[in-house]
Each structure stands twice: as structure tokens, then as C-alpha cells.
């Protein structure tokens, strides 16, 4: 962890059903920073703003997913992003990626982030 990353516990992976993503606001900054989606016993974390022009991702609060659950969904301009890599595979963000969130699973089942210094 570098000097200016912070470690926030989120929630039990049990909280957090399997295919489903949930945004974070940890410093009540009035808007998720960041969120999580769960594949299995799987966590992948991302900054909630889209490479293309900033914009926050989902179209309410938790709905950063598509209909199947197969891709993260930018609402403003329907840009899709792969779960695993963050990747956009469809639309204006073509080629970009999310920015990531490292997210770690305690041996008590918290999820945990590590923040990076600016988000």
C-alpha cells in the first residue's frame, strides 16, 4: 500500500450477491466513488467514472450492470465494459478501461479496498 492509498472495509461477501455490483461512498462525499461486482467468490472493484467523459456509471443507485449482468453499463452513453478487466468492449470508450480497485477478501469474508490517494 503507498503512502497515499487508504484501506476501507466495504462489507461481508455475503452481503453482496453473487453477479450483482454495489457503489461505495466511504468518505460521504455524497456520490459513490467507486463500486464492486461479484462473480462467484470473485470481487473486482472500479473507480465509478467512465473513461469516456467522466461521467458516473450506473442510471440509479447499484445499476452498473447491463439486463444479463454480463458488462458494466455507462449510462450516460451506453459505453460496456468487460467484469473482469474493466475494459470497454463496446462504444465511445472503445480501447480505455476502467480504473481499477484492488479488493481483498479478509479470512473473516469482509471485503476490503485500497484506495489509491485521489479519486
Not at 454495489?22 to 459513490?32: E, L, M, Q, V
Not at 452498473?64 to 458494466?72: G, P
Request: include cysteine; hydrophobic fraction near 35%.
Amino acid at each position: 500500500m503507498t503512502p497515499e492509498a487508504e484501506r476501507v472495509t466495504l462489507c461481508h461477501l455475503d452481503e453482496l450477491p453473487d453477479g450483482d455490483a454495489r457503489g461505495f461512498d466511504p468518505f460521504n462525499h455524497g456520490r459513490d466513488l467507486f463500486f464492486i461486482v461479484r462473480r462467484g467468490q470473485s470481487v473486482k472493484g472500479y473507480v465509478n467514472r467512465c473513461p469516456h467523459q467522466d461521467a458516473s456509471l450506473p442510471w440509479r443507485k447499484n445499476e452498473y450492470l447491463n439486463s444479463d449482468r454480463s458488462r458494466i453499463v455507462c449510462s450516460a452513453h451506453g459505453a460496456q465494459f468487460d467484469l473482469d478487466s474493466g475494459r470497454c468492449t463496446l462504444g465511445p470508450a472503445l480501447g480505455r478501461s476502467l480504473v481499477p480497485v484492488t479488493i481483498s477478501t479478509a479470512a473473516n469474508g469482509e471485503l476490503q479496498a485500497t484506495l489509491p490517494g485521489k479519486l
